[in-house]
DNA sequence: ACAATATAAAACCATATGGTTGAACGACTC
DNA sequence: GAGTCGTTCAACCATATGGTTTTATATTGT
């Protein structure tokens, strides 16, 4: 579970990736799809996906010669699991005026 | 924010790193309690210490010739919420059969 | 003043990551 | 059967990451 978790964030952590998923929320996506919208070779995209798909976000089926993937939500829902351990601490009126001081001095920028 | 969200899940894809987490979560540590538990020397650990920094998980201050650390939460937070888009998709009874199943099977090895 | 402590900083190494191009391959179309 | 489409694979490159050791710098205790 350890090292699935070392998996599922690695993943996260990629603006394409997450990109992919929020594609594959729609519904199942061809590889060509979840590439197209992204700009780099396809052979970089494809290999994006590989990545969600070894880190189990994302399922592969043969439809012809298409390759369609479908979201796995399972690591998902142990990400956040874990990430939910700290909900006390973000839910902490300290944290939370501490975190309305961060936005207001963001915003005077 | 897409930055952050790449800054805050690749800090989290590491055991270490999320172990020190966990430490703080009961309370302030120094850089050198922090990296105590771990099998590596101090150089390396402290190493961890400022990636969960950079991504703004935790916050330093000084105190004499240590480094107190502090659990942010806020960033933890964002990255939570980011998750739970994808609540709906591990609630669906189709997502739980299958995790049931996964689960099966991992247990028949 | 001196030694010990806590940490930072630099240089280095091996491996992983994110990207590229080009070749190969199976599956459809004609 | 030939070409095209969707995809994989391999080789390569630059940079990032996770670790090491060594050196340096405050701070504290004696």
Known sequence: MVERLDLTFAALADPTRRA????????????????APHA?????AAKHVGVLERA?????RKAGRQQLCRLKAERLREADEWLRQWERFWLSTLDRLEAIIVEDQAKLK
Chains 1, 2 share one sequence.
């Open 20 to 35: 992919m998923l929020a594609s594959l929320a729609l519904g199942e996506r061809s590889v060509g799809e979840l590439a």
């Open 56 to 60: 189990g976000l994302v399922e592969r």
């Open 40 to 44: 780099m070779s396809f052979a970089g």
